[in-house]
């Protein structure tokens, strides 16, 4: 197995499930297919399996590497975004509604798509390669985003929370008693999802908590 797949931390694992989405940070590995960095870009995207017939090796040597996602929301929870190239529509309706959810940079739609990637990757990974993560009270966490909780990644989703695994969500739970929770999905991108972008998730992929 390649190592390829992405977690809602942003890490790079290993993991027989299948990914529904293919994600691009440019060339990691080595010509053993080996990743040697998390990141070469600071323009992280996120693109479909299928793209007017193409075909790829996977991990081909000098050629970018190639990532999955479970799901949408997974990869907007590790700072990736939708692609321009193969996912037009999806693309810029993510940047009307991340310009109406961060109007305190004072973008607009002629701003280039590069300047909100270097905001991201500030929200993403700070100075020492770590993930960047932040406290936001309940009432003001959007459906889509992912919190960490007992030091485990979860999905928020219609006032409950679900366990990510590679292979899909654990039946929700309810939220916890407190009054904030830790929030993996970076800052501007939870702006995007209050302002009305819906991320896809894997929801009819539910996992017992046994497996």
């Known amino acids: 197995m390649l190592q ?14 299948r990914g529904s989405w293919m994600g ?3 060339i990691l590995h080595n010509e053993d297919q080996k990743i040697l960095r998390p990141f070469k870009l600071t323009a992280w995207i996120t693109c479909v399996l299928e793209f007017k017939g193409r075909k790829r090796q ?5 050629r970018y590497t190639e990532l999955f996602f479970l799901d949408e929301a997974t990869s907007f929870a590790a700072g990736h ?8 529509k999806d693309a810029g309706k993510f940047k009307s ?10 973008f607009d739609e002629k701003t280039p798509i590069g300047e909100i990637d270097k905001i991201l990757h500030k929200e993403r ?4 390669k770590s993930k960047v993560t932040f406290e936001e009270k309940i009432d003001n966490i959007p459906n889509g985003t992912f ?7 979860f999905l928020f989703l219609n006032q409950s929370l679900h366990l990510w695994s590679p292979s899909g969500y654990e039946k929700g739970i309810a939220l916890p008693g ?7 999905t970076p800052r501007s991108i939870v702006n995007t999802f209050r302002a009305g972008y819906t991320p896809q998730m894997a929801l009819t992929r539910i996992t017992s908590s046994s497996s």
């Open 4 to 17: 390829n797949r992405i977690d809602p931390f942003g890490n790079i694992i290993i993991t027989k499930a």
């Open 24 to 26: 691009n940070r440019g």
């Open 58 to 62: 996977v991990m081909t040597p000098n």
């Open 81 to 88: 975004r939708p692609c321009f190239e193969c996912r037009r």
């Open 97 to 106: 509604f991340w310009l109406k959810g961060n109007p305190e940079y004072n």
């Open 125 to 128: 990974i700070d100075r020492n």
């Open 147 to 153: 919190v960490l909780f007992n030091n485990q990644p």
């Open 178 to 184: 407190v009054n904030k929770l830790t929030l993996l």
